[in-house]
């Protein structure tokens, strides 16, 4: 048996190191000095001899050699346990929109607040466009070393049936963290419906099939989307109108340009409050404390249109394991912080929290939600 295998089959090495050696060193006949030393420079930074190494003395003049052999990568502490050396610089905190929305919002309210606990600073960066997809695509083919974190949104579950292909796969490249909170839309109408809730709009609706306009900050959003969703389950008939931004569309429902839309709860409170626009029911799983008068669209009689918009945490897909739990525990804690409830409930968000599988099942619920939208809508990006 050639001195190459019998030391392949005593010692476990690295395989770039012994196929480097074997080509180097063993098809000689000898070593010479001057090769070895420098087999030795090659390979000894950093590594760690193995308890067999003894065991090569019995090799004689090949003694350098197999202690060559004989060396294995020691694991360094960040290796064996990530959160050794981890934060040792500043994070990202990546928001898909412009400062004004509920994503930008979130982020700046959790990044100081996330900063404090891990002793590094968390920087908002907003990288809007395209939907939400340039941000996204940045974070999914960042490095997966926990500096760089994604604050996602319905967008990113939406984007999945709206856009024929993306230059990333959300399920593929990028982990759930945590879900952080919601938002609910609500179904408003303007001076001309005179409905004074959801049966009475509905039947309006059916009795006046395509004379209806309902307004949207733009297609493929959760406002046009909802709009949709609630031609579908209750089956009528109407017309929507996009508008660059939510102000536009709100302005256009004052105006009585549209007579309805489904609208951010965080948008449109004000307006309701004022009695400038009539707020039939929201669309979260349960009242906002907001509008304790205002019925959900369940208990109006639409199971299925439980949708809000939400704000949650995502990371590259390989970050390691520790550092995306680390992340999750210190989310957990800051979102149940009195001061961050009371900061989310001002634009009428409600804190809602989900551990990273479980943010994974609820997204996925998502995705299949905006898909028979999109299907049904026919709904292009912008």
């Known amino acids: 048996m050639s001195l190459y295998r019998t030391i392949h089959q005593q010692i476990r090495v690295d395989r770039t190191v012994l196929r480097w050696v074997g080509l180097t060193v063993l098809h000689s006949a000898r070593c010479t000095t001057d090769a070895c030393a420098r087999l030795i420079l090659r390979c000894g930074a950093g590594w760690s001899l193995l308890p067999r190494a003894s ?6 003049s090949s003694l350098v050699i197999l202690s060559c052999f004989s060396l294995v990568p020691a694991p360094s502490s960040a290796q064996s346990n990530p959160l050794s050396a981890w934060p040792a610089r500043p994070l990202r905190l990546v928001a898909t929109f412009p400062p004004g929305g509920i994503t930008d919002f979130t982020a700046r309210m959790v990044a100081p607040k996330l900063s404090e606990a891990l002793g590094q600073p968390v920087v908002v960066e907003n990288r809007s466009g395209s939907g939400g997809n340039i941000g996204t695509d940045f974070v999914a083919k960042s490095s997966p070393d926990g500096y760089t974190l994604l604050l996602a949104g319905p967008p990113n579950a939406i984007n999945v049936s709206l856009y024929p292909s993306l230059p ?8 759930p963290v945590a879900l952080l909170g919601s938002v609910p839309n609500v179904l408003v109408v303007g001076s001309k419906i005179s409905a004074r809730n959801v049966a009475e709009f509905v039947e309006y609706a059916r009795q006046n099939p395509g004379k209806l306009n309902f307004a949207s900050n733009g297609t493929g959003t959760t406002i046009q989307l909802s709009g949709e969703l609630m031609k579908y389950y209750a089956n009528y008939d109407a017309v929507h109108v996009p508008f660059r931004g939510a102000p536009a569309a709100t302005t256009a429902l004052l105006a009585g340009e549209v007579e309805f839309m489904f609208d951010s709860l965080s948008v449109s409170y004000q307006n309701i409050r004022a009695g400038k626009v009539r707020a039939l029911a929201v669309t979260s799983a349960q009242r906002s404390p907001l509008l304790p008068d205002v019925p959900t669209l369940i208990e109006s009689g639409y199971p299925q249109m439980e949708m809000s918009g939400w704000t949650g945490v995502m990371a590259p897909a390989a970050t390691p394991a520790p550092i995306v739990a680390r992340i999750e ?27 990273g599988p479980e943010f994974g099942q609820f997204f996925d619920r998502e995705v299949n939600r905006w898909a028979l939208a999109v299907k049904f809508s026919h709904a292009q990006p912008d």
Do not use: H, N, W
């Open 55 to 60: 065991l090569i003395l019995l090799y004689g």
């Open 329 to 355: 525990s210190e989310l957990r804690r800051i979102v149940a912080m009195p001061d961050l409830v009371r900061a989310f409930e001002k634009p009428g968000m409600t804190v809602q929290f989900l551990s």
């Open 168 to 175: 990333f796969d959300t399920k593929r490249d990028l982990v």
